[in-house]
C-alpha cells in the first residue's frame, strides 16, 4: 500500500481503538484465566489479548458508524472521527476497515486451531446481529419523526439486546469459551445444558442492565465524566429515561415531553431534563437464578462487578 494510506489507517486504529475503558476486550483475557483456572503463560496470554482488541476493533467501527449516523459531536472526550477536518465522509470507509482488521488478526494467528472457524462464525454472527439492532433502533426513532407513542419497554429491550449486550457481555466470553475448548453439548447431548446457551441467558440480562445505566449517564452525566456529549434527547432515542418518564409523568409533564423531545434545540433539551429531573428515580437491580455448574460464577460475576453501579 502507499505510505500515505498506510499511514491514515495507523492514524485511524490510533484515534478510534484504544481510547475506551476496554472492559470489552479485558473481559476475555479476564474469562480466559478463570476458565483455565490459573495463571496464563505467554502464549495463552498473548491469543486471549488478541481476542480482545478484535472486540475492541468491532466496537471502533460500530462507534465510527454510528457517530456518523448520530451526527455526534464527541466520543471518548475528543471530535468523533467523522469530525476531523480531513476525515469527513472517509469515516465511512474507515469503519469497514476496523472491522475488516479483525479478520486479518484471527487468520493470522488462530488458522491453525481446532476451533477458527467457530471464531470467525461467532464474529460474523454477532455483528449481523448488532447491526439488526441499530437498524430497529434508527427506524424506531427516527430524527426528522418525532412521536413517543412508538416507545415501549419492550422496543427498548429489543434494541438493548441486539445492538449491546451480544457483542459487549456474550461475545467475550464465548471467544474465551471457544479458546479453552469448552464444547456445546447442545449438538452433543439434548439432555445436557449447553454452556453456551446458559452463557447468553446470563449475559443478556447484565447487558440490559449496562446499557439502562448508559442511558441515564447520556442525561445526566457531564462530558468530563462520560467522555462524550450525550445525544439522546436530541437524536429522539428510545431510551430507558423517556420511556421511565413516559410511563409516570403527568399530562402537563407529558405534553413538555411531546412538543420538545427530538428536536435539535438545547433550550428544548433542557426543558426535557427539567422533566426527567421531576421523575422518581428508578432503581434497577437484576437477578439471576442459580445456573447449573457448568460454567465458573466467577465469569459471570466479573462482569456485574465491572458494571454495578459505574458513574461513566
Known sequence: ???EAREWYKRNLDYNVPGGKLNR??????????LRGRILNDDEYFKAAILGWCIELLQASFLVADD?????????????????????????NDAMMLEAAIYHLLKSHFRKESYYVDLLELFHEIT????????????????????L?????????????????????????????????????????????DPYKIALDILLPL?????IQD??????????????????????KCSWCIITALTIA???????????????????????????????????????????????RQVFKTFLDKIYKRTK
Open 250 to 296: 403527568s399530562p402537563a409533564q407529558r405534553k413538555v415531553l411531546d412538543e420538545n423531545y427530538g428536536q435539535k434545540d438545547t433550550t428544548k433539551e433542557a426543558k426535557v431534563k427539567v422533566v426527567f429531573k421531576e421523575i422518581p428515580d428508578v432503581k434497577v437491580t437484576p437477578t439471576y437464578d442459580d445456573e447449573p455448574a457448568v460454567l465458573q
Open 68 to 92: 456518523i449516523m448520530d451526527q455526534s459531536i464527541t466520543r471518548r472526550g475528543q471530535p468523533c472521527w467523522y469530525k476531523n477536518g480531513d476525515v469527513g465522509n472517509i469515516a465511512i
Open 215 to 236: 442511558d441515564f449517564l447520556d442525561y445526566s452525566g457531564t462530558p468530563e465524566q462520560i467522555g462524550k456529549i450525550g445525544t439522546d434527547i436530541i437524536d429522539n
Open 1 to 3: 500500500m502507499p505510505i
Open 25 to 34: 476486550g479485558m473481559s476475555v483475557v479476564d474469562s480466559v484465566e478463570i
Open 149 to 193: 407513542n412508538k416507545f415501549s419497554l419492550e422496543k427498548h429491550q429489543f434494541i438493548v439486546i441486539y445492538k449491546t449486550a451480544y457483542y459487549s457481555f456474550y461475545l467475550p466470553v464465548a471467544l474465551a469459551m471457544y479458546m479453552t475448548r469448552i464444547p456445546s453439548t447442545y449438538t452433543l447431548n439434548y439432555s445436557t445444558p
Open 128 to 147: 449481523h446481529l448488532t447491526e439488526m439492532g441499530q437498524l430497529v433502533d434508527l427506524i424506531t426513532a427516527p430524527e426528522h419523526e418525532v412521536d
Open 207 to 211: 447487558g440490559e442492565y449496562f446499557q
